[in-house]
T-cell receptor, first 111, second 115 residues
Framework: AQRVTQPEKLLSVFKGAPVELKCNYS??????LFWYVQYSRQRLQLLLR??SRESIKGFTADLNKGETSFHLKKPFAQEEDSAMYYCALSHGSGNTGKLIFGQGTTLQVKP | KAGVTQTPRYLIKTRGQQVTLSCSPISGHRSVSWYQQTPGQGLQFLFEYFSETQRNKGNFPGRFSGRQFSNSRSEMNVSTLELGDSALYLC??????????????FGPGTRLTVL
């Protein structure tokens, strides 16, 4: 079964500290992985997707097929990074509008 | 471009009633997906419509249905409402990308409360 697991409901760090939001997935094919973010009172928005291999707002994520993980990392957290982060999975083949989301992790960056 | 819009933003219904939610995608987007968000279950996929056809379906009962019009606007309907249907319903639109799955752009959601 396709599943995305985010083991931490809440991650609290101090400003300037490194951040790692964990995401593990279960999928039999070649998945496409995404990180979505929801800031307070804003709509859910794409942060990054693994196929782009981009760094957005200092965040990066590497797909590790051996460990079936797609952890989100940032070397130095900022207060404006405080938000809810969702890891999501989509079918790798073709263009489909079905995302399977993890339960989400709230990142709290303290001053 | 204007973002995804959803109407109404808030709804209060009673058990047994039915409800229709509307979603207007970003101009040019032909795919519309619907998700239910609850504190307990998180974000769960309901269904996706592409060019007026249902392309994907999640694991929800038949009380949940949807449709898409020729202008790509979509509606979802929930009949015989239950208390457990109280949730934030999110709509997302996307356009075929060059590589891999489409990026989905989300609306603000419709908050449904069933009393």
């Amino acid at each position: 079964a396709q599943r995305v697991t985010q083991p931490e409901k809440l991650l609290s760090v101090f400003k300037g500290a490194p951040v790692e939001l964990k995401c593990n997935y279960s999928y039999s094919g070649s998945p496409e992985l995404f990180w979505y973010v929801q800031y307070s009172r804003q709509r859910l928005q794409l942060l990054l997707r693994h196929i782009s291999r981009e760094s957005i707002k200092g965040f990066t994520a590497d797909l590790n097929k051996g460990e079936t993980s797609f952890h989100l990392k940032k070397p130095f957290a900022q207060e404006e990074d405080s938000a809810m982060y969702y890891c999501a999975l989509s079918h790798g083949s073709g263009n489909t509008g079905k995302l399977i989301f993890g339960q989400g992790t709230t990142l709290q960056v303290k001053p | 471009k204007a973002g995804v819009t959803q109407t109404p933003r808030y709804l209060i219904k009673t058990r047994g009633q039915q409800v229709t939610l509307s979603c207007s995608p970003i101009s040019g987007h032909r795919s519309v997906s619907w998700y239910q968000q609850t504190p307990g279950q998180g974000l769960q996929f309901l269904f996706e419509y592409f060019s007026e056809t249902q392309r994907n379906k999640g694991n929800f009962p038949g009380r949940f249905s949807g449709r898409q019009f020729s202008n790509s606007r979509s509606e979802m309907n929930v009949s015989t409402l239950e208390l457990g249907d109280s949730a934030l319903y999110l709509c997302a639109s996307s356009s075929p990308g060059l590589v891999g799955p489409d990026t989905q752009y989300f609306g603000p959601g419709t908050r449904l409360t069933v009393l």
